[in-house]
T-cell receptor, first 112, second 112 residues
Framework: DTAVSQTPKYLVTQMGNDKSIKCEQN?????MYWYKQDSKKFLKIMFS???????INETVPNRFSPKSPDKAHLNLHINSLELGDSAVYFC???????????FGPGTRLLVL | AQSVSQHNHHVILSEAASLELGCNYS??????LFWYVQYPGQHLQLLLK??????LVKGIKGFEAEFIKSKFSFNLRKPSVQWSDTAEYFC??????????FGTGTRLQVFP
């Protein structure tokens, strides 16, 4: 059983396009996150949601908009994609903010 | 500001060598401490964690870590590495906020 799943796994697109990444967790966790991992493997938190409510928004451009339809899902929509958005995006979930986070398989985004 | 430092950016070892990866964090009261591993092309997986109790924590695959409160450190150790331990290792700290702070990661390469 997959605990945290993301779709798609790979995403190749042109600059200026709009794309979405979906995340689902079946762990019953209340908190979900989006991270961006750059080419140097540095992991930076972008957003966190607790029970559908935005908790953390880490100075991410407003082209990035998370949406949480329910506490098991946290999607990420990106408008007007730029070259610098190319990265691996990881979704994660936890029982609470300081607790163990469980990561999804990642979505490798390449903007051409 | 809360921060996590991993001083070893790239470590190269031969099989059977002993491993110690450093992790230091800035003071922030009571913390939760984690080590995650990311194998090539895969998502982050939890190696071990410390919340309270015995400061010497044992994790999966023969890894252990020691929490030294006076030094704000949580170093990861393994007495004898294997080629399959080649991966990126991340230290993370949960402060009294709704997020984990990750270190910049240490790339471990193990040669047969």
């Amino acid at each position: 059983d997959t605990a945290v799943s993301q779709t798609p796994k790979y995403l190749v697109t042109q600059m200026g396009n709009d794309k979405s990444i979906k995340c689902e967790q079946n762990l019953g966790h209340d908190t979900m996150y989006w991270y961006k991992q750059d080419s140097k493997k540095f992991l930076k938190i972008m957003f966190s949601y607790n029970n559908k409510e935005l908790i953390i928004n880490e100075t991410v451009p407003n082209r990035f908009s998370p949406k949480s339809p329910d506490k098991a899902h946290l999607n990420l929509h990106i408008n007007s994609l730029e070259l610098g958005d190319s990265a691996v995006y990881f979704c994660a979930s936890s029982l609470a903010g300081r607790e163990t986070q469980y990561f999804g398989p990642g979505t490798r985004l390449l903007v051409l | 500001a809360q921060s996590v430092s991993q001083h070893n950016h790239h470590v190269i070892l031969s099989e059977a060598a002993s491993l110690e990866l450093g992790c230091n964090y800035s003071y922030g009261g009571t913390v939760n401490l984690f080590w995650y591993v990311q194998y090539p092309g895969q998502h982050l997986q939890l190696l071990l964690k410390y919340f309270s109790g015995d400061p010497l924590v044992k994790g999966i695959k023969g890894f252990e870590a020691e929490f030294i409160k006076s030094k704000f450190s949580f170093n990861l150790r393994k007495p004898s590495v294997q080629w399959s331990d080649t991966a990126e290792y991340f230290c993370a700290v949960g402060y009294n906020t709704d997020k984990l702070i990750f270190g910049t990661g240490t790339r471990l390469q193990v040669f047969p």
